[in-house]
Protein backbone atom coordinates (compact mmCIF):
# COMPACT_ATOMS: atom_id res chain seq x y z
CA UNK A 1 0.00 0.00 0.00
CA UNK A 2 3.31 2.81 0.74
CA UNK A 3 3.70 1.71 -2.82
CA UNK A 4 0.82 2.47 -4.39
CA UNK A 5 0.35 5.47 -2.13
CA UNK A 6 3.87 6.23 -3.10
CA UNK A 7 2.99 6.28 -6.93
CA UNK A 8 0.05 8.47 -6.40
CA UNK A 9 1.74 10.79 -4.70
CA UNK A 10 4.59 11.03 -7.75
CA UNK A 11 1.57 11.05 -10.26
CA UNK A 12 0.39 14.18 -7.98
CA UNK A 13 3.50 16.13 -8.40
CA UNK A 14 4.11 15.47 -11.96
CA UNK A 15 -0.25 16.42 -12.91
CA UNK A 16 0.41 19.91 -10.49
CA UNK A 17 4.14 20.43 -12.63
CA UNK A 18 6.29 20.19 -9.12
CA UNK A 19 9.68 19.50 -9.14
CA UNK A 20 10.98 15.83 -9.01
CA UNK A 21 14.89 15.81 -9.17
CA UNK A 22 15.51 16.56 -5.49
CA UNK A 23 12.46 13.72 -4.43
CA UNK A 24 12.75 13.42 -0.69
CA UNK A 25 9.32 12.40 1.05
CA UNK A 26 7.99 10.68 3.63
CA UNK A 27 4.38 10.62 4.45
CA UNK A 28 1.88 8.67 6.51
CA UNK A 29 -1.19 9.55 6.86
CA UNK A 30 -2.76 11.23 9.63
CA UNK A 31 -6.29 9.42 10.42
CA UNK A 32 -6.63 5.54 9.99
CA UNK A 33 -9.69 5.18 9.10
CA UNK A 34 -10.65 7.28 5.76
CA UNK A 35 -13.93 5.89 4.94
CA UNK A 36 -16.64 6.69 2.39
CA UNK A 37 -19.77 6.28 3.90
CA UNK A 38 -22.68 5.05 0.99
CA UNK A 39 -26.21 5.81 1.36
CA UNK A 40 -27.27 3.39 -1.11
CA UNK A 41 -29.84 1.09 -1.27
CA UNK A 42 -30.41 -2.10 -2.39
CA UNK A 43 -33.15 -1.36 -5.32
CA UNK A 44 -30.06 0.64 -6.87
CA UNK A 45 -31.43 4.35 -4.93
CA UNK A 46 -29.35 6.22 -3.03
CA UNK A 47 -30.53 8.34 -0.24
CA UNK A 48 -29.73 12.14 -0.62
CA UNK A 49 -28.08 10.59 -3.78
CA UNK A 50 -27.56 13.27 -6.76
CA UNK A 51 -25.72 11.87 -9.40
CA UNK A 52 -27.24 9.35 -10.67
CA UNK A 53 -27.90 5.60 -9.52
CA UNK A 54 -25.66 3.14 -7.01
CA UNK A 55 -22.57 2.26 -8.51
CA UNK A 56 -23.14 -1.44 -6.77
CA UNK A 57 -25.43 -3.51 -9.88
CA UNK A 58 -26.39 -6.31 -6.76
CA UNK A 59 -28.64 -7.79 -9.93
CA UNK A 60 -25.76 -8.47 -11.55
CA UNK A 61 -23.00 -9.33 -9.02
CA UNK A 62 -21.04 -11.56 -8.19
CA UNK A 63 -20.49 -12.67 -11.62
CA UNK A 64 -20.22 -9.66 -13.59
CA UNK A 65 -18.26 -6.77 -11.85
CA UNK A 66 -18.46 -3.33 -13.27
CA UNK A 67 -15.28 -2.35 -14.87
CA UNK A 68 -16.49 1.09 -13.06
CA UNK A 69 -15.81 -0.80 -9.61
CA UNK A 70 -12.00 -0.51 -10.11
CA UNK A 71 -12.30 2.81 -11.52
CA UNK A 72 -13.86 4.04 -8.10
CA UNK A 73 -11.63 1.89 -5.85
CA UNK A 74 -7.99 3.39 -7.80
CA UNK A 75 -10.00 6.61 -7.45
CA UNK A 76 -9.80 6.34 -3.49
CA UNK A 77 -6.91 4.87 -3.22
CA UNK A 78 -5.35 8.02 -4.81
CA UNK A 79 -6.79 10.19 -2.32
CA UNK A 80 -5.80 8.38 0.27
CA UNK A 81 -9.14 6.33 1.05
CA UNK A 82 -8.88 2.97 2.69
CA UNK A 83 -12.71 1.71 3.38
CA UNK A 84 -15.86 1.96 1.88
CA UNK A 85 -19.54 1.05 3.46
CA UNK A 86 -21.61 0.08 1.05
CA UNK A 87 -25.07 0.25 2.20
CA UNK A 88 -27.40 2.97 3.58
CA UNK A 89 -27.28 3.48 7.34
CA UNK A 90 -31.03 2.96 7.48
CA UNK A 91 -30.47 -0.28 6.80
CA UNK A 92 -32.17 -3.49 4.98
CA UNK A 93 -31.10 -6.34 6.48
CA UNK A 94 -31.15 -8.36 3.45
CA UNK A 95 -27.17 -7.09 2.71
CA UNK A 96 -26.59 -9.47 5.72
CA UNK A 97 -27.80 -13.09 3.69
CA UNK A 98 -25.58 -14.86 2.14
CA UNK A 99 -26.51 -14.33 -1.28
CA UNK A 100 -26.13 -10.70 -0.67
CA UNK A 101 -22.58 -11.63 1.25
CA UNK A 102 -21.31 -13.11 -2.00
CA UNK A 103 -21.85 -9.94 -4.13
CA UNK A 104 -20.69 -7.88 -1.20
CA UNK A 105 -17.33 -10.27 -1.46
CA UNK A 106 -17.57 -9.65 -5.34
CA UNK A 107 -16.91 -6.18 -4.79
CA UNK A 108 -14.41 -6.26 -1.66
CA UNK A 109 -12.39 -8.48 -4.09
CA UNK A 110 -12.11 -5.63 -7.37
CA UNK A 111 -11.36 -2.89 -4.20
CA UNK A 112 -8.65 -5.21 -2.34
CA UNK A 113 -5.81 -4.41 -4.92
CA UNK A 114 -6.58 -0.77 -3.58
CA UNK A 115 -6.53 -0.98 -0.50
CA UNK A 116 -9.70 -0.05 0.41
CA UNK A 117 -11.73 -2.74 2.54
CA UNK A 118 -15.40 -2.75 2.55
CA UNK A 119 -17.80 -2.27 5.59
CA UNK A 120 -21.55 -2.66 5.71
CA UNK A 121 -23.94 -0.67 7.21
CA UNK A 122 -25.72 -3.23 10.05
CA UNK A 123 -29.44 -3.16 10.71
CA UNK A 124 -29.82 -3.40 14.72
CA UNK A 125 -32.69 -6.41 14.05
CA UNK A 126 -31.23 -8.30 11.40
CA UNK A 127 -30.93 -11.79 13.97
CA UNK A 128 -34.98 -11.25 14.38
CA UNK A 129 -35.20 -10.67 10.51
CA UNK A 130 -33.08 -13.10 9.14
CA UNK A 131 -32.23 -15.41 12.21
CA UNK A 132 -36.40 -15.47 13.68
CA UNK A 133 -35.17 -14.97 16.70
CA UNK A 134 -38.11 -13.56 19.01
CA UNK A 135 -36.11 -10.19 19.92
CA UNK A 136 -32.84 -8.06 19.19
CA UNK A 137 -31.76 -7.54 22.52
CA UNK A 138 -28.01 -7.02 22.92
CA UNK A 139 -27.65 -8.66 25.97
CA UNK A 140 -29.26 -11.79 24.95
CA UNK A 141 -27.21 -14.96 24.40
CA UNK A 142 -28.50 -16.14 21.41
CA UNK A 143 -28.84 -12.29 19.38
CA UNK A 144 -25.05 -11.84 20.79
CA UNK A 145 -24.34 -15.47 19.20
CA UNK A 146 -26.39 -14.92 15.92
CA UNK A 147 -24.23 -11.90 15.47
CA UNK A 148 -20.66 -14.04 16.08
CA UNK A 149 -21.72 -16.16 13.73
CA UNK A 150 -22.81 -13.61 11.56
CA UNK A 151 -19.36 -12.22 11.72
CA UNK A 152 -17.77 -15.24 11.31
CA UNK A 153 -19.73 -16.07 8.19
CA UNK A 154 -18.57 -12.26 6.32
CA UNK A 155 -14.87 -12.87 7.75
CA UNK A 156 -14.92 -16.47 6.12
CA UNK A 157 -15.91 -14.63 2.61
CA UNK A 158 -13.80 -11.06 3.04
CA UNK A 159 -10.91 -11.77 5.31
CA UNK A 160 -9.89 -7.79 5.46
CA UNK A 161 -13.72 -6.97 6.13
CA UNK A 162 -13.89 -3.60 7.87
CA UNK A 163 -16.92 -4.00 10.13
CA UNK A 164 -19.85 -2.83 11.15
CA UNK A 165 -21.58 1.18 10.74
CA UNK A 166 -24.61 1.41 12.68
CA UNK A 167 -27.49 3.56 13.05
CA UNK A 168 -29.63 2.99 15.98
CA UNK A 169 -32.14 4.72 18.13
CA UNK A 170 -32.62 7.30 15.31
CA UNK A 171 -35.33 8.22 12.93
CA UNK A 172 -37.40 4.83 13.06
CA UNK A 173 -34.10 2.77 13.44
CA UNK A 174 -34.27 -0.30 15.17
CA UNK A 175 -31.50 -0.18 18.47
CA UNK A 176 -30.65 -1.46 22.16
CA UNK A 177 -33.09 1.24 23.51
CA UNK A 178 -35.85 -0.68 21.87
CA UNK A 179 -34.98 -3.22 24.77
CA UNK A 180 -33.85 -1.08 27.55
CA UNK A 181 -29.99 -1.19 26.88
CA UNK A 182 -27.77 1.73 26.20
CA UNK A 183 -26.19 2.61 23.24
CA UNK A 184 -23.12 1.20 24.83
CA UNK A 185 -24.40 -2.15 25.04
CA UNK A 186 -25.32 -2.63 21.48
CA UNK A 187 -22.43 -1.16 20.21
CA UNK A 188 -19.77 -3.49 22.94
CA UNK A 189 -21.73 -6.76 21.57
CA UNK A 190 -21.38 -6.25 17.81
CA UNK A 191 -18.05 -4.94 19.19
CA UNK A 192 -17.19 -8.41 20.57
CA UNK A 193 -18.26 -9.82 17.28
CA UNK A 194 -16.29 -8.67 15.21
CA UNK A 195 -13.17 -8.72 17.66
CA UNK A 196 -11.73 -11.82 17.02
CA UNK A 197 -11.00 -10.64 13.09
CA UNK A 198 -9.96 -7.40 14.14
CA UNK A 199 -13.06 -5.58 12.97
CA UNK A 200 -14.61 -2.41 14.28
CA UNK A 201 -17.84 -0.91 14.81
CA UNK A 202 -18.90 2.35 13.82
CA UNK A 203 -21.98 3.77 15.72
CA UNK A 204 -23.44 6.75 14.65
CA UNK A 205 -24.17 9.56 17.20
CA UNK A 206 -26.89 11.46 15.18
CA UNK A 207 -29.57 10.12 17.81
CA UNK A 208 -32.13 12.77 18.63
CA UNK A 209 -36.02 12.11 20.53
CA UNK A 210 -38.08 14.56 20.24
CA UNK A 211 -39.53 15.33 24.10
CA UNK A 212 -41.51 18.54 24.99
CA UNK A 213 -39.48 21.97 24.96
CA UNK A 214 -36.31 20.21 23.83
CA UNK A 215 -33.88 21.23 21.58
CA UNK A 216 -32.39 19.02 18.69
CA UNK A 217 -29.30 20.59 18.82
CA UNK A 218 -28.33 19.20 22.27
CA UNK A 219 -29.59 15.73 21.63
CA UNK A 220 -26.98 13.73 20.64
CA UNK A 221 -24.33 15.13 23.43
CA UNK A 222 -27.71 14.03 25.81
CA UNK A 223 -27.91 10.37 24.53
CA UNK A 224 -23.82 9.79 24.13
CA UNK A 225 -21.87 11.71 26.00
CA UNK A 226 -22.90 9.74 29.75
CA UNK A 227 -21.02 6.49 28.19
CA UNK A 228 -17.73 8.34 27.40
CA UNK A 229 -15.17 5.47 28.15
CA UNK A 230 -17.71 2.64 27.94
CA UNK A 231 -17.32 1.52 24.93
CA UNK A 232 -15.19 -1.47 23.88
CA UNK A 233 -11.78 -0.97 22.54
CA UNK A 234 -12.47 -1.39 18.62
CA UNK A 235 -15.55 0.87 18.81
CA UNK A 236 -15.93 4.27 17.48
CA UNK A 237 -18.41 6.98 17.48
CA UNK A 238 -19.27 9.08 14.62
CA UNK A 239 -20.30 12.53 14.98
CA UNK A 240 -21.91 14.49 12.15
CA UNK A 241 -19.85 18.07 12.37
CA UNK A 242 -22.58 20.32 13.49
CA UNK A 243 -25.03 19.63 16.26
CA UNK A 244 -27.95 19.63 13.95
CA UNK A 245 -27.58 17.72 10.46
CA UNK A 246 -25.40 18.95 7.58
CA UNK A 247 -26.44 22.49 7.43
CA UNK A 248 -24.55 24.83 5.52
CA UNK A 249 -22.98 26.14 8.42
CA UNK A 250 -22.76 24.46 11.52
CA UNK A 251 -21.00 25.24 14.67
CA UNK A 252 -18.87 22.30 15.71
CA UNK A 253 -20.57 19.62 17.61
CA UNK A 254 -19.87 19.97 20.87
CA UNK A 255 -19.05 15.98 21.30
CA UNK A 256 -15.62 16.70 19.90
CA UNK A 257 -14.75 18.21 23.11
CA UNK A 258 -17.58 15.92 25.63
CA UNK A 259 -15.59 12.37 25.21
CA UNK A 260 -12.10 12.54 25.75
CA UNK A 261 -11.88 8.56 26.58
CA UNK A 262 -13.57 7.38 23.48
CA UNK A 263 -12.61 7.27 19.91
CA UNK A 264 -14.66 9.78 17.85
CA UNK A 265 -14.73 10.08 14.31
CA UNK A 266 -16.24 13.11 11.99
CA UNK A 267 -18.90 12.20 9.55
CA UNK A 268 -19.22 15.08 7.05
CA UNK A 269 -21.81 14.61 4.15
CA UNK A 270 -19.86 15.32 0.73
CA UNK A 271 -23.30 14.67 -0.79
CA UNK A 272 -25.18 17.89 -0.61
CA UNK A 273 -28.26 17.19 1.03
CA UNK A 274 -28.46 20.77 2.34
CA UNK A 275 -26.09 22.68 -0.43
CA UNK A 276 -28.14 22.84 -3.57
CA UNK A 277 -27.97 18.72 -4.44
CA UNK A 278 -25.00 18.57 -7.54
CA UNK A 279 -26.53 21.59 -8.73
CA UNK A 280 -24.96 24.48 -7.06
CA UNK A 281 -20.90 24.74 -6.84
CA UNK A 282 -19.99 24.63 -3.09
CA UNK A 283 -16.10 24.14 -2.67
CA UNK A 284 -16.82 22.10 0.63
CA UNK A 285 -13.31 22.16 2.04
CA UNK A 286 -13.84 25.67 3.31
CA UNK A 287 -16.22 24.60 5.29
CA UNK A 288 -14.79 21.01 6.40
CA UNK A 289 -11.45 23.39 7.71
CA UNK A 290 -13.45 25.64 9.61
CA UNK A 291 -14.91 22.64 11.56
CA UNK A 292 -11.59 20.98 11.43
CA UNK A 293 -9.81 24.08 13.05
CA UNK A 294 -12.59 25.31 15.66
CA UNK A 295 -10.86 25.23 18.85
CA UNK A 296 -13.29 22.97 21.45
CA UNK A 297 -10.99 23.98 24.62
CA UNK A 298 -11.41 20.53 25.58
CA UNK A 299 -7.80 20.56 27.25
CA UNK A 300 -7.33 24.42 27.34
CA UNK A 301 -6.47 26.35 23.98
CA UNK A 302 -5.15 24.70 21.00
CA UNK A 303 -7.72 21.65 21.44
CA UNK A 304 -8.71 21.46 17.82
CA UNK A 305 -11.48 19.30 16.54
CA UNK A 306 -7.77 18.43 14.08
CA UNK A 307 -6.00 17.34 17.46
CA UNK A 308 -9.34 15.76 18.83
CA UNK A 309 -9.64 13.58 15.99
CA UNK A 310 -5.84 12.68 14.80
CA UNK A 311 -5.46 11.08 18.25
CA UNK A 312 -2.50 14.00 19.46
CA UNK A 313 -4.63 15.02 22.23
CA UNK A 314 -6.31 12.22 23.49
CA UNK A 315 -3.67 9.39 22.09
CA UNK A 316 -6.70 6.86 20.94
CA UNK A 317 -5.68 3.91 19.41
CA UNK A 318 -8.13 4.40 16.59
CA UNK A 319 -9.13 7.32 14.32
CA UNK A 320 -10.41 8.00 11.17
CA UNK A 321 -13.17 10.47 9.18
CA UNK A 322 -15.75 9.35 7.52
CA UNK A 323 -17.66 11.22 4.46
CA UNK A 324 -21.07 10.41 2.86
CA UNK A 325 -20.05 9.85 -1.14
CA UNK A 326 -21.53 12.47 -3.41
CA UNK A 327 -20.53 9.42 -5.94
CA UNK A 328 -23.17 8.30 -8.30
CA UNK A 329 -23.46 6.49 -11.89
CA UNK A 330 -23.06 10.05 -13.79
CA UNK A 331 -20.57 9.71 -16.37
CA UNK A 332 -18.78 12.70 -13.90
CA UNK A 333 -19.19 10.36 -10.80
CA UNK A 334 -20.95 13.70 -9.05
CA UNK A 335 -23.48 15.03 -11.00
CA UNK A 336 -21.22 18.35 -11.57
CA UNK A 337 -18.13 18.66 -12.55
CA UNK A 338 -16.92 21.03 -9.46
CA UNK A 339 -18.08 18.18 -6.92
CA UNK A 340 -15.32 15.89 -8.06
CA UNK A 341 -13.59 18.18 -5.79
CA UNK A 342 -15.07 17.93 -2.84
CA UNK A 343 -14.42 14.24 -2.96
CA UNK A 344 -11.20 15.02 -3.71
CA UNK A 345 -11.04 17.51 -0.73
CA UNK A 346 -12.24 15.31 1.29
CA UNK A 347 -9.45 12.02 1.03
CA UNK A 348 -6.59 14.60 0.90
CA UNK A 349 -7.92 16.00 4.36
CA UNK A 350 -8.38 12.51 6.11
CA UNK A 351 -4.49 12.01 4.82
CA UNK A 352 -3.63 14.97 5.91
CA UNK A 353 -6.44 17.22 7.92
CA UNK A 354 -4.08 20.44 8.35
CA UNK A 355 -3.97 20.76 4.45
CA UNK A 356 -5.06 24.18 3.56
CA UNK A 357 -8.30 24.68 1.30
CA UNK A 358 -6.35 26.74 -1.16
CA UNK A 359 -3.84 24.11 -1.60
CA UNK A 360 -6.44 21.28 -2.22
CA UNK A 361 -8.01 23.47 -4.76
CA UNK A 362 -4.84 24.15 -6.78
CA UNK A 363 -3.97 20.34 -6.51
CA UNK A 364 -7.19 19.74 -7.91
CA UNK A 365 -7.26 22.47 -10.54
CA UNK A 366 -4.14 21.73 -11.85
CA UNK A 367 -4.89 17.73 -12.21
CA UNK A 368 -8.62 18.29 -13.28
CA UNK A 369 -8.72 21.41 -15.08
CA UNK A 370 -6.05 24.05 -16.31
CA UNK A 371 -2.35 24.70 -15.98
CA UNK A 372 -3.02 28.17 -16.99
CA UNK A 373 -2.20 30.45 -14.19
CA UNK A 374 -4.65 32.90 -14.77
CA UNK A 375 -7.19 30.54 -15.00
CA UNK A 376 -6.40 29.02 -11.91
CA UNK A 377 -6.61 31.98 -10.05
CA UNK A 378 -10.47 32.56 -11.28
CA UNK A 379 -11.18 28.99 -10.35
CA UNK A 380 -9.54 28.86 -7.19
CA UNK A 381 -11.13 32.34 -5.86
CA UNK A 382 -14.52 30.96 -7.10
CA UNK A 383 -13.82 27.68 -5.03
CA UNK A 384 -12.52 29.12 -2.00
CA UNK A 385 -15.04 31.86 -2.03
CA UNK A 386 -18.15 29.34 -3.02
CA UNK A 387 -19.30 28.02 0.63
CA UNK A 388 -19.60 31.69 2.27
CA UNK A 389 -21.86 32.76 -0.96
CA UNK A 390 -24.36 29.53 -1.01
CA UNK A 391 -24.35 30.20 3.19
CA UNK A 392 -25.44 34.10 2.04
CA UNK A 393 -28.19 33.23 -0.29
CA UNK A 394 -29.44 30.34 1.79
CA UNK A 395 -28.63 30.90 5.53
CA UNK A 396 -27.02 33.64 6.90
CA UNK A 397 -25.95 34.74 10.13
CA UNK A 398 -26.59 31.34 11.94
CA UNK A 399 -29.96 30.62 10.29
CA UNK A 400 -30.29 27.14 9.53
CA UNK A 401 -32.85 24.19 8.26
CA UNK A 402 -34.90 26.51 5.88
CA UNK A 403 -35.16 23.99 3.38
CA UNK A 404 -38.33 23.02 1.78
CA UNK A 405 -39.44 19.50 3.72
CA UNK A 406 -38.44 15.86 2.50
CA UNK A 407 -36.42 16.47 -0.35
CA UNK A 408 -34.63 19.43 0.84
CA UNK A 409 -33.98 21.21 -2.05
CA UNK A 410 -35.02 25.06 -2.20
CA UNK A 411 -36.35 27.05 0.75
CA UNK A 412 -39.42 26.67 2.80
CA UNK A 413 -38.84 28.78 6.34
CA UNK A 414 -42.55 28.65 6.65
CA UNK A 415 -42.83 25.14 6.52
CA UNK A 416 -44.84 23.68 9.67
CA UNK A 417 -46.72 20.85 8.76
CA UNK A 418 -43.99 17.72 9.69
CA UNK A 419 -45.08 15.49 12.17
CA UNK A 420 -42.20 16.09 14.56
CA UNK A 421 -41.76 19.66 15.40
CA UNK A 422 -38.18 19.48 14.61
CA UNK A 423 -38.56 18.56 11.27
CA UNK A 424 -40.03 22.28 10.40
CA UNK A 425 -38.09 25.20 9.51
CA UNK A 426 -39.91 27.28 11.84
CA UNK A 427 -38.83 25.63 14.87
CA UNK A 428 -35.07 26.54 14.25
CA UNK A 429 -35.76 30.04 12.71
CA UNK A 430 -38.67 31.15 15.48
CA UNK A 431 -39.01 34.66 13.66
CA UNK A 432 -41.77 36.97 15.51
CA UNK A 433 -42.20 40.63 15.78
CA UNK A 434 -39.41 40.87 17.83
CA UNK A 435 -36.49 39.20 15.89
CA UNK A 436 -35.38 35.91 14.70
CA UNK A 437 -32.90 33.43 15.94
CA UNK A 438 -33.04 30.22 19.01
CA UNK A 439 -32.01 30.99 22.15
CA UNK A 440 -30.02 27.95 23.12
CA UNK A 441 -28.77 30.55 26.34
CA UNK A 442 -29.17 30.36 29.44
CA UNK A 443 -32.73 31.71 28.70
CA UNK A 444 -33.32 29.40 26.35
CA UNK A 445 -32.64 25.90 25.76
CA UNK A 446 -29.04 26.67 27.32
CA UNK A 447 -27.71 23.91 25.39
CA UNK A 448 -24.49 25.91 24.53
CA UNK A 449 -23.92 24.69 27.85
CA UNK A 450 -22.35 21.33 25.87
CA UNK A 451 -19.15 23.66 24.75
CA UNK A 452 -16.26 24.35 27.44
CA UNK A 453 -15.04 27.74 28.46
CA UNK A 454 -14.39 30.25 26.71
CA UNK A 455 -16.60 28.45 23.78
CA UNK A 456 -19.28 28.68 25.72
CA UNK A 457 -19.31 32.45 26.79
CA UNK A 458 -18.41 33.41 23.49
CA UNK A 459 -21.08 31.85 21.76
CA UNK A 460 -23.73 33.05 24.81
CA UNK A 461 -22.98 36.74 24.65
CA UNK A 462 -24.40 38.51 22.61
CA UNK A 463 -21.78 40.85 21.76
CA UNK A 464 -19.29 38.16 21.27
CA UNK A 465 -20.84 35.61 19.45
CA UNK A 466 -19.42 35.23 15.63
CA UNK A 467 -21.84 36.53 13.19
CA UNK A 468 -22.21 33.33 11.58
CA UNK A 469 -23.77 32.03 14.23
CA UNK A 470 -25.64 35.20 15.41
CA UNK A 471 -28.94 33.53 15.11
CA UNK A 472 -28.11 29.87 15.69
CA UNK A 473 -27.58 31.11 19.68
CA UNK A 474 -29.81 33.78 20.11
CA UNK A 475 -33.27 34.93 19.45
CA UNK A 476 -31.88 38.58 18.13
CA UNK A 477 -34.07 42.05 17.79
CA UNK A 478 -34.63 43.09 14.10
CA UNK A 479 -33.48 46.14 15.40
CA UNK A 480 -29.86 44.99 16.89
CA UNK A 481 -26.72 46.33 15.53
CA UNK A 482 -24.39 43.78 14.59
CA UNK A 483 -21.41 44.34 13.76
CA UNK A 484 -20.79 46.13 10.57
CA UNK A 485 -23.24 49.24 12.71
CA UNK A 486 -26.07 47.56 10.29
CA UNK A 487 -29.18 46.58 11.84
CA UNK A 488 -29.75 42.77 12.20
CA UNK A 489 -32.44 43.15 9.65
CA UNK A 490 -30.36 44.91 7.04
CA UNK A 491 -27.15 42.77 7.42
CA UNK A 492 -29.33 39.56 6.39
CA UNK A 493 -31.16 40.93 3.63
CA UNK A 494 -27.80 42.30 2.39
CA UNK A 495 -26.54 38.77 3.09
CA UNK A 496 -28.90 37.31 0.63
CA UNK A 497 -28.50 40.02 -2.07
CA UNK A 498 -24.52 39.15 -1.74
CA UNK A 499 -24.94 35.36 -1.85
CA UNK A 500 -27.29 36.56 -5.34
CA UNK A 501 -24.28 38.81 -6.72
CA UNK A 502 -21.66 36.00 -6.22
CA UNK A 503 -23.54 33.43 -8.71
CA UNK A 504 -23.71 36.58 -11.20
CA UNK A 505 -20.36 37.51 -11.26
CA UNK A 506 -19.06 34.04 -10.94
CA UNK A 507 -20.97 32.93 -14.01
CA UNK A 508 -19.06 35.59 -16.01
CA UNK A 509 -15.87 34.71 -14.45
CA UNK A 510 -16.41 31.11 -16.04
CA UNK A 511 -17.61 32.62 -19.62
CA UNK A 512 -14.54 34.43 -19.83
CA UNK A 513 -12.48 30.93 -19.48
CA UNK A 514 -14.13 29.37 -22.41
CA UNK A 515 -11.13 29.47 -24.32
CA UNK A 516 -9.19 27.95 -21.11
CA UNK A 517 -11.52 24.68 -20.38
CA UNK A 518 -12.54 22.11 -22.68
CA UNK A 519 -15.58 23.13 -24.16
CA UNK A 520 -18.00 20.14 -22.74
CA UNK A 521 -16.83 20.90 -19.17
CA UNK A 522 -17.20 24.23 -19.74
CA UNK A 523 -21.05 24.10 -21.02
CA UNK A 524 -21.77 21.78 -18.65
CA UNK A 525 -20.41 24.16 -15.88
CA UNK A 526 -21.87 26.99 -17.20
CA UNK A 527 -25.52 25.06 -17.15
CA UNK A 528 -24.96 23.99 -13.52
CA UNK A 529 -24.31 28.10 -12.97
CA UNK A 530 -27.71 29.56 -14.41
CA UNK A 531 -29.14 26.88 -12.02
CA UNK A 532 -27.28 28.10 -9.07
CA UNK A 533 -28.44 31.51 -10.05
CA UNK A 534 -31.73 31.10 -10.14
CA UNK A 535 -32.02 29.19 -7.17
CA UNK A 536 -30.22 31.71 -5.30
CA UNK A 537 -32.57 34.40 -6.28
CA UNK A 538 -35.61 32.07 -5.42
CA UNK A 539 -33.69 31.58 -1.75
CA UNK A 540 -33.17 35.51 -1.40
CA UNK A 541 -36.67 36.09 -2.34
CA UNK A 542 -38.90 33.36 -0.92
CA UNK A 543 -36.46 33.81 2.43
CA UNK A 544 -36.95 37.98 3.02
CA UNK A 545 -40.56 38.35 1.57
CA UNK A 546 -41.42 35.76 4.23
CA UNK A 547 -39.56 36.89 7.00
CA UNK A 548 -40.81 40.73 5.92
CA UNK A 549 -43.63 39.34 7.54
CA UNK A 550 -42.43 39.15 10.39
CA UNK A 551 -39.94 41.92 10.61
CA UNK A 552 -42.26 44.95 8.96
CA UNK A 553 -39.26 46.66 7.52
CA UNK A 554 -37.92 47.56 3.98
CA UNK A 555 -35.25 46.54 2.11
CA UNK A 556 -32.69 48.62 2.15
CA UNK A 557 -30.73 50.08 -0.85
CA UNK A 558 -29.11 47.65 -2.62
CA UNK A 559 -31.72 44.92 -2.36
CA UNK A 560 -33.44 43.37 -5.89
CA UNK A 561 -37.05 43.27 -4.47
CA UNK A 562 -39.03 39.76 -4.93
CA UNK A 563 -40.33 39.46 -8.13
CA UNK A 564 -43.25 37.46 -6.49
CA UNK A 565 -45.76 37.38 -3.59
CA UNK A 566 -45.03 35.10 -0.82
CA UNK A 567 -48.34 32.24 -1.44
CA UNK A 568 -46.45 32.11 -5.14
CA UNK A 569 -43.01 31.39 -3.08
CA UNK A 570 -44.98 28.91 -1.05
CA UNK A 571 -46.83 26.93 -3.74
CA UNK A 572 -43.28 26.58 -5.66
CA UNK A 573 -42.43 23.00 -5.38
CA UNK A 574 -38.97 21.28 -6.00
CA UNK A 575 -36.94 22.58 -9.01
CA UNK A 576 -33.67 20.78 -9.93
C1 LIG B 1 -29.58 8.39 6.03
C2 LIG B 1 -30.74 13.23 7.71
C3 LIG B 1 -31.10 12.84 6.30
C4 LIG B 1 -31.45 11.38 6.19
C5 LIG B 1 -30.28 10.57 6.74
C6 LIG B 1 -30.03 11.00 8.18
C7 LIG B 1 -28.85 10.28 8.80
O1 LIG B 1 -31.87 13.19 8.53
O2 LIG B 1 -32.15 13.64 5.85
O3 LIG B 1 -31.66 11.08 4.84
O4 LIG B 1 -30.54 9.19 6.67
O5 LIG B 1 -29.75 12.37 8.21
O6 LIG B 1 -27.77 10.84 8.77
O7 LIG B 1 -29.00 9.18 9.29
Request: proline letters at 6%; glycine letters at 8%.
Amino acid sequence: MGALYGAFHFLRLLQTLQPIDKLDVSQKPRLQLRLLDHWDNLDGSIERGYAGRSLWDWKALPENVDSRLRDYARANASIGINGSTLNNVNANAQILTAEYLRRVAAIADVFRPYGVKVYLSARFSAPIELGGLKTADPLDAEVAAWWKQKADEIYKLIPDFGGFLVKANSEGQPGPRTYHRTHADGANMLAAAVAPHKGVVIWRAFVYDMKPGYDRAGAAYENLQPFDGKFAPNVLLQVKNGPIDFQPREPFHPLFGGMSRTQVIPELQITQEYLGFSNHLVFLAQMWREFLDSDTYASGPGSTVTKVVDGSLYHQRLTGMAGVANTGTDRNWTGHHFLQGNWYAFGRLTWNPDLSSRQIADEWIAMTLTHDPKATETIARMMLESHEAVVDYMTPLGLHHLFWGGHHYGPAPWWNTEPRDDWNPVYYHRADAEGIGFDRTATGSNTVNQYHWPVRGQFSNLSTCPDRFLLWFHHVPWDYRVRSGRTLWDEMTLHYQHGVAWVRATRKDWDALSDKIDPDRHAAVAKKLTIQERDAIWWKDACLTYFQTFSERSLPAGVEKPAKTLAEYQAKSLQW
